[in-house]
């Protein structure tokens, strides 16, 4: 089973604009991943939060965690068209990682 | 971060055939691996976890009859579709974990996909 919804499913926006991106989880998680997809590719690898951290920022990206709603949020900001992605979150806990159902971006040149 | 291998990229096969999919981890130790499988413009979901030497466990729903996983090695797991079906095609994706005490413990990673089509 997945491991929450993520919202919104897709996101269309001019390249500069900020996009976010949410992610709702159901069960307790060690840390909380993101990661991005390109049509028919692997998963890259963007952001870890761990379970007592609130936020974090990594260039572009600020990742908040919000353990007593359940929910993350993703923001990227100035996009660009090279952004053009599936984005997913992963929640991990001791046994396994699951993810969210994932937000596909748009960003128009 | 450390790397995680499948082999192959993609795959194209009969109806009723079977089909091995490795996953390797080519720079640490998996004690454990996950079987992932994602189809278009889904997430991924996952279908099974194995610990090494040990018999995988499965999520409800997956038929562990038909997707055979052996993990027999700390750095390969396979998984085969076995008598596959044109509902069988899919991107699957193992991931592998270590959760001894080594360079990357208990993180998590990916491996870069095997596309199944069966005609």
């Known amino acids: 089973s997945q491991q929450g919804e993520e919202d919104p499913q897709a996101l269309s926006i001019q390249e500069g604009e900020n996009a976010t991106m949410n992610c709702s989880y159901k069960?307790?998680?060690?840390?909380l991943q993101w990661y991005r997809q390109n049509s028919g590719r692997g998963l890259v690898h963007l952001i870890l939060?761990?379970?007592?951290?609130r936020e974090k920022h990594s260039g572009r990206l600020r990742v908040t965690l919000d353990t007593s709603k359940k929910s993350s949020s993703l923001l990227i900001t100035a996009s660009r068209a090279a952004d053009t992605a599936s984005y997913f979150c992963a929640g991990t806990n001791n046994n396994d990682m699951r993810f969210g159902a994932g937000t596909r971006l748009t960003v128009k040149p | 971060g450390a790397v995680v291998s499948q082999h192959p990229s993609w795959v194209i096969c009969k109806s009723g055939t079977s089909v091995k999919i490795e996953c390797r981890s080519l720079d640490f130790q998996a004690t454990t691996m996950f079987w992932y499988r994602q189809f278009p413009k889904q997430s991924l979901m996952l279908m099974a976890t194995?610990?090494?030497?040990?018999?995988?466990?499965?999520e409800q729903g997956v038929e562990k009859d038909k997707f055979l996983i052996n993990h027999a090695s700390l750095t390969l797991s396979t998984l085969t579709v076995t008598s596959a079906h044109p509902e069988d095609s899919s991107f699957y994706i193992c991931?592998?974990?270590?959760?001894?005490?080594?360079?990357?413990?208990?993180?998590?990673?990916f491996g870069p996909g095997t596309r199944l089509t069966v005609l």
């Open positions: 939060i761990r379970s007592n951290e």
């Open positions: 194995s610990n090494e030497g040990s018999k995988a466990t499965y």
């Open positions: 991931s592998a974990r270590d959760r001894t005490s080594g360079r990357y413990y208990n993180e998590q990673f």
């Open positions: 069960t307790s998680i060690n840390n």
